[in-house]
C-alpha cells in the first residue's frame, strides 16, 4: 500500500459528494459561501492524546473528527467540511486504512460534512491526525471566547470527568470494582454539542469546548475576557458512574473539574437568559447546569462542596517542552 492506494482507494470516496473537493485531484478545494467559515484544527498523537494500541482504526477516525466539530460547536457553526493530515507509521496496512476511512465516512453522514483534502505522510514515529475543520455560520453570529461579561453566569453541558475517568479505565489505572466501565466510550467517542452550540448562539456572551479540563477552560474563557470567575465546585455536574467513582475514593471532584477530555461546552450567559437558555439545551435532549458566574477581575477562583473561603482554581492539561539550554 503507497500514498496513491490511501488516497483513490480510502479518501477519495470521502469527497465525492463534495464538489468544491474536485475529487481531490487539485491541490486545493475552491469552498465558495455567503456565510462566514469558522475554521479551527486540532492533531491527536498516539501514545499522547490516546493510549498506544487502545483505540481501533475507527474510533481514532471518528475521536479526531468529533474533537474538531466541538470547537465548531463552540463557535455556534454548521459543519461544512475538512482537511486531513495523516502521519502513519510503517505498520498500517490496507485493512486499517480501510476501517479508519469506514470510521470517517459514518461522522461524516451524522454530522453533514465532507473531506475537502489534505495530506498523507510515512512516519517512523506514533500515529498522528491532524484535521482541519470548517463550518458555516451567519456573519457577525459566531460566538466568541471573549465576550463574557461580569455577572453573566457559567452554564456547561451534559456532565465532566467521565472521559477522564473512561481513558483511566481503558489504561488499567482503575480497580475493577470502580464501577467505571461504560464511562470508556465517553472518551473514545465524545459528542460534539453541535445543535445546541447553534441554538445558543443568540444567547450566549462567550463559549469555549472543554479539552483542556473544565477549570482550565474557565480561565481560558476568563481570560480572553480580562475577567475571573467562581466556580462552585457541588455544582459541577457528574454522571452516576462518575458520582459513583468519587464516592468510592477512587478519585476526588477536584480531579474530575481538573480533567481534560470531556468536550463539552461551557457558555457565559447573562443572568437574564440563562433559563431560556436551559430549557433551549433540554429540547435537544442535552443537560445543563449553572457552575459558577463571571466576576471583575482577573482571578478564577473555587469554592470547596463543604464551602469556605474561596480559593485560587487550578489544575487543567497544558502541553510543555522543556525551557532551552545555555
Avoid at 445546541?196 to 472543554?210: C, E, P, Q, T
Avoid at 475571573?228 to 475514593?249: D, F, I, K, T, Y
Wanted: charged share 20%; aromatic share 4%; net charge negative.
Amino acid at each position: 500500500m503507497d500514498e496513491h492506494d490511501i488516497l483513490t482507494r480510502h479518501l477519495r470516496p470521502l469527497a465525492a459528494d463534495f464538489a468544491p473537493a474536485r475529487g481531490l485531484l487539485d491541490d486545493a478545494a475552491v469552498v465558495r459561501s455567503h456565510e462566514a467559515l469558522a475554521i479551527s484544527t486540532d492533531t491527536l498523537v498516539e501514545g499522547v492524546h490516546f493510549p498506544s494500541g487502545a483505540l481501533s482504526a475507527e474510533q481514532v477516525a471518528r475521536r479526531s473528527l468529533r474533537v474538531n466539530l466541538s470547537d465548531l460547536a463552540a463557535s455556534g457553526a454548521t459543519p461544512l467540511c475538512y482537511l486531513l493530515s495523516l502521519q502513519l507509521p510503517p505498520t498500517t496496512d490496507a485493512d486499517w486504512m480501510a476501517a479508519f476511512a469506514a470510521g470517517l465516512r459514518q461522522d461524516q453522514e451524522q454530522f453533514g460534512l465532507h473531506l475537502a483534502g489534505g495530506d498523507t505522510v510515512g512516519t517512523p514515529g506514533p500515529l498522528a491526525v491532524s484535521i482541519t475543520v470548517m463550518g458555516r455560520v451567519a456573519l457577525g453570529d459566531a460566538m466568541p471566547r471573549a465576550g463574557a461579561k461580569t455577572g453573566d453566569t457559567l452554564l456547561v453541558t451534559g456532565t465532566i470527568g467521565d472521559a477522564h475517568i473512561g481513558r483511566l479505565q481503558l489504561e488499567g489505572r482503575l480497580p475493577a470494582d470502580a464501577g467505571a466501565e461504560a464511562l470508556a466510550e465517553r472518551f473514545l467517542l465524545p459528542t460534539p454539542r453541535l445543535e445546541v452550540g447553534r441554538k445558543l448562539a443568540a444567547l450566549a456572551h462567550a463559549a469555549v469546548d472543554i479539552s483542556d479540563g473544565l477549570t482550565a477552560d474557565v480561565r481560558n474563557l476568563c481570560v480572553a475576557a480580562g475577567k475571573g470567575a467562581r466556580l462552585r465546585l457541588a455544582e459541577v455536574p457528574l454522571s452516576a458512574s462518575a458520582r459513583s467513582v468519587v464516592n468510592g475514593g477512587h478519585l476526588t471532584l477536584e480531579e474530575l473539574a481538573n480533567s481534560g477530555d470531556d468536550y463539552e461546552i461551557l457558555f457565559s450567559v447573562p443572568q437574564h437568559a440563562v433559563r431560556e437558555a436551559i430549557e433551549t439545551a433540554t429540547e435537544s435532549a442535552v443537560t445543563m447546569t449553572a457552575i459558577g458566574e463571571v466576576t471583575d477581575g482577573e482571578d478564577v477562583t473555587m469554592v470547596a462542596p463543604e464551602g469556605g473561603a474561596p480559593r485560587t482554581a487550578h489544575g487543567g492539561y497544558l502541553h510543555t517542552w522543556a525551557k532551552p539550554t545555555g
